[in-house]
């Protein structure tokens, strides 16, 4: 079945360590995007591609980074520069760049810094 | 910039009456809106959108209500299930800009 695929759904990290979480998507999307949510609130926008080889920092960059060197591909790199990184991870595609249309969204990735 | 905030932020409706979760945005050159619902624990699913030439369009047992001249987003569950408890997010964008999305409304039916 075509979707977005997620890894890991749980994630534990130490302070002062990188982690990367996946996002594979098989829909043949242009564009795909990173939020993320936090209790009580909307889901804020990271990174987000359009094309690949080419990405654009979302409202909350800072802390974070991104590649896309496939168009079904589109991992995030959480620093150890984000000060606050415990949060609910969700990855997002759409088929045609530009917020035209809906969002499809992956099972999420729960990111926990002990 | 837009910003897309939620009248309330948790709703709670006996089950077989229907729904009504409301949302403001700010851009009155937002085009585009979509109702998001989400499950605990998982990804948020599309239910229905609504583009600024129209003023509503209905899906299977859901409404959406677009009133631009208040800058005002509806989306209305009929006969609500208690499947239909999760949480819903609308979502607004500008001219091809990225997506905002609001801070939700818990929908939670009483059997």
């Known amino acids: 079945d075509g979707g977005i695929t997620q890894s890991p759904k749980y994630l534990f990290r130490k302070e002062g360590q990188n982690v990367t979480l996946s996002c594979e998507q098989n829909l043949n999307h242009d564009a795909m995007y990173w939020y993320r949510q936090d209790p009580g609130q909307g889901l804020r926008l990271i990174y987000y591609s359009q094309i690949v080889n080419d990405f654009q920092k979302g409202d909350i960059a800072e802390g974070y980074s991104v590649s896309r060197e496939k168009k079904e591909s589109f991992p995030l790199t959480v620093t150890s520069a984000q000060k606050n990184p415990t949060a609910f991870y969700l990855c997002?595609?759409?088929?045609?760049?530009?917020?035209?249309?809906?969002?499809?969204f992956g099972e999420g990735s729960r990111l926990t810094v002990l | 910039g837009e910003s897309v905030g939620l009248h309330l932020p948790t709703l709670s409706v006996q089950e077989g009456d229907n729904s009504i979760i409301n949302c403001a945005y700010s851009?009155?050159?937002?085009?585009?809106f979509i109702w998001y619902k989400q499950e605990s624990g998982k990804g948020p699913q599309f239910i229905i959108d609504?583009?600024?030439?129209?003023d509503k369009r209905q899906g299977q047992r859901v409404t959406v209500l677009l009133n631009k001249t208040v800058k005002h987003l509806s989306l209305q569950i009929a006969a609500t299930q208690p499947g239909d408890s999760a949480v819903y997010f609308c979502a607004v964008s500008t001219s091809y800009d990225k997506v905002i999305f609001g801070p939700g409304t818990s929908l939670s039916v009483i059997p």
């Open positions: 851009n009155s050159a937002s085009d585009y």
């Open positions: 997002a595609s759409s088929l045609l760049a530009g917020a035209t249309g809906e969002l499809f």
């Open positions: 609504i583009r600024s030439n129209m």
